[in-house]
């Protein structure tokens, strides 16, 4: 098992370091940072000035070490708007963006086992119809539009919650829900069609003949072996979590990166946005070492191999 | 198949949704009553037929007195343009890089699913932001987001029937007796990799559509002057007081037609499922 | 002078699907004894394992409609509650499955899903279980049993998985087994292996075994009694020995004379010609009919009672008197 995590660690820091990589080069040889930096009416020395002070001569390799050495240390540059550091604009807004994905995912996983869950048990009765169609229509909502719309009636016409901002707790809300119910709908759907695979195997077939409850057969038996999927799903929800919370902060003005990311990018302020991308997709790599290991955890033949 | 879409409601209701939609797309010059460009400020944020506005125009007008309808008929032609394309893109892309793949083996194969690791690691609105914001708004570069973010799902597939053909007994029975590469894949490899394929199609336009409606919601999608249904619900945002009707309708119209597409995919999956080899 | 623990009476099964509905029993009764081994013998759909399951109550009540009564000592089972029927299940009836390689769940260790039957149906330490179950293992032959307790099922081969299968269903000391084809999955040394200790448990214990095969050559080694279903129904029924000796019904006969080397020396294998017919759609006479070669009118007709002829029983006409000569179906 040891060596299955060792190898994992290294694939995380290799796909980590091809996220900087990839970074860098879409921002600097896709694009002119120069260009975006200077006025519409600078002057083609002006721009060439600039070019040579900040090192967008040197060749690309020596821009990239630059670069990567500076990340190390955690200089990432000095954001255009804000006049402070990118990174400390950045890390300001990690906590917020952070309750709200935590958030979104408790709820996602609140919602989407037990109905899952309870979908397949209870095969096409009425309430499994339900199920699937809420979790159908969940996965056809654009996550903006909802929030618009939980936006519209809760805070609007119900004024039960404020619509925006992070001044209080009740503002979690509304965002999270919204946040959240895409990936509820995902996991509500594969744990559904998971489950009844499941539950047609043999060794539930042995369990209910070992006169076991059904309670027993299917959380304990069933679901266990469901979880290996739920864990993969999870990991990629999380990716999706990440992205719809630059959609979800930017509708709910929530004072996240995700906001701050689609700010940055109409000011064209793009050592920010080096920064956010980076760290979200460095957390995502992270946390889908987490579920490897958990995934390690449940299934013993990795743990034994 | 009649037999089985009569049979299955929701995958005929999918069906007609996406014929209505990609008729409305391609007669938009013909049906829409208004140029949606068309300003006309006296009467803008006029409210839809059913809460109290004129049958002029049925859903109301916007901000600057355009035509709701227009611009929802004129929107769908950008969401199944990037739909369509973009997924054409996508299955080029992702069939050409998994047959390579899964075809060459060894190092090629060993690279290419290194990237596709890496892709995945990445979360695709970030990449389709990211793409767009250095880009800048373009159609063709919308198009361009859509083909990559979606084209590892159909590598993998293409590469994972590859693999396991090659492994099959019969394989080498047909070398054997002098089979050539050419004729196993036609007759083999395609037949199987079909049905799955255009599953993950219809999958991957609903992710598509969704993918233009965030990034035009954001700005970063199409240029602005263009209609398009997420651009629309941004717009409408902001006089959410006054009309909410304009949030709501742009909302709708992107719901039923994910709405639609998933539904034909649930219905194709079932339908093509008996016939795919497990 | 009563030892019949189990007394199956006009079992009916029919299965409700959206093709219509399937006859998968049809009024089948038997009985069995205590420490009687009986084979229930078939093909493929003629509802030997239909029945099995309906004993201990596995089968999924919509889509499947069960009539009849099915008496373990003086309790109809079929009429119990099920909250009931689960403190039967693993305790007094138990039951082995096919495949080996399935049957257990792969993320639990052998000695979890054996101590968890233990501690479903007796109040027991832990301690105590885990002595029960390693005694079991020794029983069931297989060498090192406190290893296997901290094992998984992925680490065992088929046949100790369907030995530790036979030890899980027997913890609780029931009154019946039922093995539905427990070594078709196996090899056949593996095959004997099993039906050995099978053979041994029966005698060690004096559990009543029900087991379901398609193989004579098993049934020949295993069983005291035998039961022939077709198409849903008990053809046959006879002591072992009388059956192989001399089968009453035609397609036991043409089963046991299909089996090469049977008669000795023989040119060419028999068949049974024609095919099994679909239990959507049965007749109103006897369902072999259509491929029996004494077959006449009255076979066509009406379903054969069942004839007792010194306890060897069997439903046929040709054991009547109102049989007429040989049929048009020979060959």
């Known amino acids: 098992m040891t060596k299955y995590i060792g190898k994992r660690f290294l694939q995380s820091i290799i796909a980590i370091w091809g996220i900087t990589l990839i970074v860098f ?9 120069i260009t975006l930096m200077l006025p519409p009416t600078a002057s083609f020395e002006e721009m060439e000035a600039l070019r040579q002070k900040l090192g967008y001569n040197d060749p690309l390799i020596v821009q990239y070490w630059r670069f990567l050495s500076n990340a190390l240390r955690g200089d990432f540059g000095q954001s255009y708007n804000y006049n402070e550091p990118a990174l400390s604009v950045v890390l300001e807004r990690v ?4 309750t709200l994905a935590v958030t979104a995912f408790i709820i996602s996983l609140l919602i989407g086992i037990p109905t899952g869950i309870l979908s397949a048990v209870k095969r096409n009765s009425v309430l499994d119809t339900m199920i699937r169609s809420f979790a159908l229509l969940g996965q056809c909502v654009p996550a903006f539009w909802l929030g618009i719309m939980l936006m519209l009636f809760f805070s609007v016409k119900l004024k039960w919650l404020p619509t925006s901002g992070f001044q209080s707790w009740n503002a979690l809300i509304l965002p999270s829900l919204t946040l959240g119910l895409f990936s509820a709908a995902t996991i509500t759907r594969m744990l559904r069609s998971n489950m009844i695979e499941i539950m047609g195997k043999e060794y539930i077939d042995t369990a209910r003949a070992k006169g076991l409850q059904n309670t027993i057969v299917i959380m304990k038996h069933a679901f266990k072996n469901a979880l290996s999927t739920i ?3 999870m990991g ?5 979590l990440l992205g719809g919370a630059v959609i979800t902060e930017t509708v709910f003005a929530w004072p996240g990166i995700g906001r701050l990311l689609v700010q940055s990018i109409n000011n064209s302020d793009f050592m920010v946005v080096e920064v956010i991308v980076i760290i ?6 992270v946390v889908n070492f987490i579920v490897d290991i958990l995934y390690c955890i449940i299934n013993p033949r990795i743990k034994l191999q | 198949m009649w037999k089985s879409l009569k049979e299955n409601r929701t995958g005929m209701a999918g069906i007609i949704i996406m014929l209505i939609v990609i008729l409305m797309a391609l007669t938009a010059a013909l049906i829409a009553p208004f140029d ?7 009467a803008k944020l006029a409210p839809p037929v059913w809460s109290g506005g004129t049958l002029e125009h049925i859903l109301g007008t916007d901000q600057l007195g355009r035509d709701i309808l227009s611009r929802i008929i004129y929107g769908s032609r950008v969401t199944m343009l990037v739909a369509f394309s973009g997924t054409i893109w996508a299955g080029i892309i992702g069939i050409t890089m998994g047959a390579v793949s899964g075809y060459y083996g060894k190092w090629v194969d060993a690279v290419i699913m290194r990237i596709v690791d890496i892709q995945l690691s990445f979360p695709f609105i970030l990449l389709a932001l990211f793409v767009a914001a250095v880009l800048g708004r373009s159609l063709t570069n919308i198009i361009l987001i859509a083909g990559i973010s979606n084209w590892v799902q159909y590598a993998r597939l293409v590469r994972g029937e590859i693999l396991s053909v090659k492994e099959m007994e019969y394989i080498e029975a047909i070398r054997s007796v002098g089979g050539k590469n050419g004729r196993i894949i036609m007759f083999h490899i395609i037949p199987n990799v079909i049905s799955p394929v255009i599953v993950q199609a219809t999958l991957g336009m609903a992710r598509i559509i969704l993918m233009e409606a965030s990034l035009s919601f954001l700005g970063l999608g199409v240029p602005l002057e263009i209609p398009t249904w997420g651009r629309m619900l941004a717009e409408g945002r902001d006089f959410m007081l006054t009309n909410p009707w304009l949030a709501i309708i742009p909302g709708v119209a992107i719901t039923v037609t994910v709405l639609g597409v998933n539904l034909m995919g649930d219905w194709l999956r079932d339908y093509l499922d008996p016939k795919l080899d497990v | 002078m009563d030892n019949t623990i189990l007394r199956v009476e006009e079992l009916n099964i029919v299965f409700h699907t959206k093709h219509g509905h399937a006859n998968a029993v049809n009024n089948v009764s038997f009985e069995l004894k205590k420490g009687e081994k009986l084979g229930l013998v078939g093909e493929s759909g003629s509802g030997k394992s239909v029945t099995s399951k309906s004993i201990i109550r596995l089968l999924q009540s919509p889509p499947a409609e069960i009539t009849g009564r099915i008496y373990l000592n003086d309790t109809d089972l079929l009429k119990l509650p099920e909250k009931e029927m689960m403190n039967y299940r693993g305790n007094r009836i138990s039951m082995i499955f096919q495949e080996p390689m399935v049957s257990l769940n792969p993320l ?13 149906h007796q109040k027991i330490s832990r301690d105590d279980a885990r002595g029960k179950v390693t005694e079991m293992l020794k029983t069931v032959d297989i060498p090192s049993p406190q290893t296997r307790l901290k094992q998984y099922p992925f680490e065992l081969s088929g046949g100790m998985r369907q030995r530790i299968m036979i030890a899980m269903s027997l913890l609780c000391n029931p009154e019946i087994l039922i093995a539905d084809e427990p070594t078709t999955a196996l090899d056949v040394t593996i095959q004997a292996q099993i039906l050995d200790l099978l053979n041994k448990l029966n005698e060690d214990y004096g559990t009543s075994i029900i087991f379901i095969t398609h193989d004579l050559g098993v049934i020949a080694e295993m069983v005291d009694t035998v039961a022939v279903m077709y198409a849903g129904s ?18 036991a006969e043409g089963l046991l004379y299909s089996i090469p080397g049977i008669r000795g020396d023989t040119e060419k294998l028999e068949t049974i010609s024609g095919s099994v017919p679909s239990i959507y759609q049965l007749s109103e006479g006897c369902a072999f009919h259509n491929r029996c070669k004494y077959v006449c009118n009255i076979c066509r007709q009406k379903k054969p009672e069942i004839q007792d002829i010194d306890g060897h029983l069997v439903s046929c006409w040709k054991y009547t008197d109102a049989w007429k000569g040989a049929g048009t179906n020979a060959g």
């Not at chain 1, 921002?27 to 002119?32: F, K, P, R, T």
């Not at chain 3, 008990?234 to 397609?251: G, L, N, R, W």
Request: a negative charge.
């Open chain 2, 36 to 42: 949606p460009a068309k300003q006309n400020l006296m």
């Open chain 1, 280 to 285: 979200m997709a460095t957390s995502f790599v």
């Open chain 1, 25 to 33: 080069l879409v921002l600097n040889v896709a694009g002119d940072p």
């Open chain 3, 234 to 251: 008990i053809v046959e029924k006879a002591t072992v020995q009388e059956f192989f000796s001399a089968p009453f019904h035609p397609y």
């Open chain 3, 108 to 120: 639990f260790t052998i000695g979890n899903q054996m101590m968890e039957v233990l501690f479903r």
């Open chain 1, 231 to 233: 864990l993969t799903v």
């Open chain 1, 95 to 98: 906590p917020a963006t952070v």
């Open chain 1, 236 to 240: 990629l929800q999380i990716a999706g």
